[in-house]
């Protein structure tokens, strides 16, 4: 059966295509501190750890007179931290300033800690120019499960996905696709009967 996917996504769509990521920031700079931070860790610890670290740091300009050893003891129970302190870190005395913050896939890309999945996010949230699709471990499980794309990497996940899609829906298909990864598309038990998107289902209908 040929797949019409733009269509087939609009349930979807409707249910999570504008819904803020559950990172709890209140500006960009929140924003890009956070999304380096819940790498590896889950959303909800760094919304707890998030809120001692901007107490001490509102700011980047405030963030780039930090020391690292202070950063470290701030994120300390965050995973990775050692690494993720040095971004932040390195990151703060680049940027400098909340003004100066990128809004381009190329210069985001640039700061240490962020990658493509980083900037994607970064740019969504921002409602920038969407110049990819966010795919995350929820993405990258749902996406196949579907049937729109194939494979295990990211990057290949990804650009079949761009393909797929135009560019106009690409900040919403991919958050879209986690957030139905995070409460329907589970790893183990996904609760297809409750699943907008299980009539074009190649894991429900196989
Ligand atoms: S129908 Fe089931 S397997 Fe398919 S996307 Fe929905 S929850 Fe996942």
Redesign the pocket.
């Known amino acids: 059966m040929e797949k019409h996917w733009v269509e087939s996504i609009a349930p979807l769509i409707r249910q999570y295509g504008k819904r803020k990521h559950p990172l709890d920031y209140a500006n960009r700079y929140q924003l890009v501190v956070m999304v380096i931070l819940s790498a590896q860790d889950s959303d909800k610890h760094i919304n707890e750890v998030a809120k001692d670290f901007f107490k001490s740091y509102p700011t980047m300009a405030d963030l780039a007179k930090a020391s690292l050893e202070d950063i470290q003891r701030l994120i300390g129970s965050v995973r990775n931290f050692g690494n993720k302190s040095n971004w932040l870190y390195k990151l703060a005395g680049t940027v400098g300033d909340d003004s100066k913050i990128p809004t381009t896939m190329a210069e985001l890309t640039k700061l240490p800690g962020i990658g493509r999945k980083s900037a994607n996010v970064i740019i969504r949230e921002s409602g920038d120019v969407a110049e990819g699709i966010i795919v995350d471990l929820h993405v990258l499980r ?1 996406a196949p ?2 049937g729109v794309a194939a494979g295990t990497k990211p990057e290949k996940v990804e650009k079949q996905l761009m393909e797929v899609f135009p560019a106009s829906m690409w900040n919403e298909v991919g958050m879209s696709l986690s957030f ?1 990864g995070r409460e ?2 589970r790893p183990t038990n ?3 009967p409750n ?1 907008v ?2 009539t074009v ?1 190649d ?2 209908n196989s």
Request: aromatic share 14%; hydrophobic share 25%; glycine share 0%.
């Open positions: 749902v499960r579907l139905l329907t598309c996904p609760k297809c699943c998107m299980k289902c894991y429900y």
